[in-house]
């Protein structure tokens, strides 16, 4: 077998770009050597990594300026004239505690049952499902409402503590009033605007005008409910909060009611927690 040269075993080299050709022909015709075009984007990748090694040393010398500087001191934390007294006041000068009457929270911590309005003149107590010698039952509770999983889902996720409540008659009128404690006043708050805002869908288009100097109050009349053989039912109801207590009243007859009733009824049991 013949050895072959070592030239027939190299590959072929790559043929030259037309353009490299043609200048490097037309440099030979100047008499000038031919000149090789740099490859297409070296240049771009050069002015690259200039800017990265350009960002990392501006970095470097930056920082050791700053570390070449005296540090800045940073204010006292602490202010003149913010502490506490250096002794304590003369036992003539200290102020009084709150009497039980003037703390809310003796009160509202106490049995909510004895803030209840008292039973009107004439008017018997009447049993209500939700009720428990006046301790209130969150599950009976909310049955009473015309959405009772929504409001049960609402009473659930404010973390309602308790409730009390009562209901009396007489003749063809009917009281009930209802008090529902939550942990602070944000989440009862919360609630009472949830159940606010869907007032005006159970009492036909009455959103509530203000109940006046109390917190979040109002007051609604609903649209006369009417129906062949029964008495018309007329119904009334206030809704209040007051510190982590809200307040829900009604009154039902078969008579108009006035608004100026249940405000006056919301009004009493308001002075009362």
Known sequence: MEHQNKSELEPPA???????????DAGESAGRPAVRRRPRGATAVLLAVASVVGVVGGTAVGYGVQAEREPTPLPALSQPGLAYPAKPLPANQRPKPLTAAEDN?????????KLLLPKPAGARSIDAEWLDDGEMDLRLYTRWFEDPQNILQSLTAQDMRR???ARWTKGDRTWAVNLVQFPDYERGAAFVSDHVY??????GGD???PLPNTERGLTFVYKVQKKAGYKPLYET???FQRGTIMADIQLYDSKPISRQEIR?????????L
Not at 17 to 22: I, M, N, Y
Not at 198 to 203: D, F, G, V
């Open 237 to 239: 109801r206030a809704l």
């Open 14 to 24: 790559a043929p030259e770009p037309p353009e490299a050709e043609a200048e490097a």
């Open 207 to 209: 959103k509530g005008e």
């Open 163 to 165: 409730g009390a409540g």
């Open 264 to 272: 006056t009824l919301a009004q009493q049991q308001w002075e009362r």
């Open 105 to 113: 929270r003796v009160k509202t911590e106490g049995d909510l049952r």
């Open 198 to 203: 869907y007032m005006p869908e159970y009492t």
